[in-house]
């Protein structure tokens, strides 16, 4: 069983930056694939960004693909989401995800532990 804990929501303004974290819990997790996934009022969830076990490869959305960097710290069990330049349309509640097998996946039905959920609210 694996638990998760995301942090670090709010309200912004449009082009405004937040960073993002979720930590695990398990003394595996850097076995883990790791992934934020979002999902805004009315929608699906739909795939942010994912993350190769040892950081050294990581897939995008294409809407946020050179604004949202992923990345992890395997020591610390933490994930993170730097969300940078952001728009009304990135607002929604953001999960992280964990997949305890290989490869990097950009559906929710890949993933198999998820967090509550962090309320990102971006005003134009």
């Known amino acids: 069983q694996v638990q998760l804990e995301e942090s670090g929501g709010g309200l912004v303004q449009a082009g405004d930056s937040l960073r993002l974290s979720c930590i695990a819990s398990?003394?595996?997790?850097?076995?883990?694939?790791l992934a934020w996934f979002r999902q805004a009022p009315g929608t699906e969830r739909e795939f942010v960004a994912g993350?190769?076990?040892?950081?050294?490869?990581?897939i995008y959305e294409d809407s946020v693909k050179g604004r949202f960097p992923i990345s992890r710290d395997n020591n610390r069990n933490t994930m993170y989401l730097q969300m940078n330049s952001l728009e009304s349309e990135d607002t929604g509640v953001y999960y992280c995800?964990?997949?305890?097998?290989?490869?990097?996946?950009?559906?929710?039905?890949?993933?198999?532990?998820w967090g509550q959920g962090t309320q990102v609210t971006v005003s134009s």
């Open positions: 995800a964990v997949r305890v097998f290989i490869g990097v996946r950009n559906t929710t039905r890949d993933y198999d532990y």
């Open positions: 993350i190769s076990r040892t950081d050294s490869s990581a």
């Open positions: 398990g003394r595996t997790f850097r076995e883990y694939i």
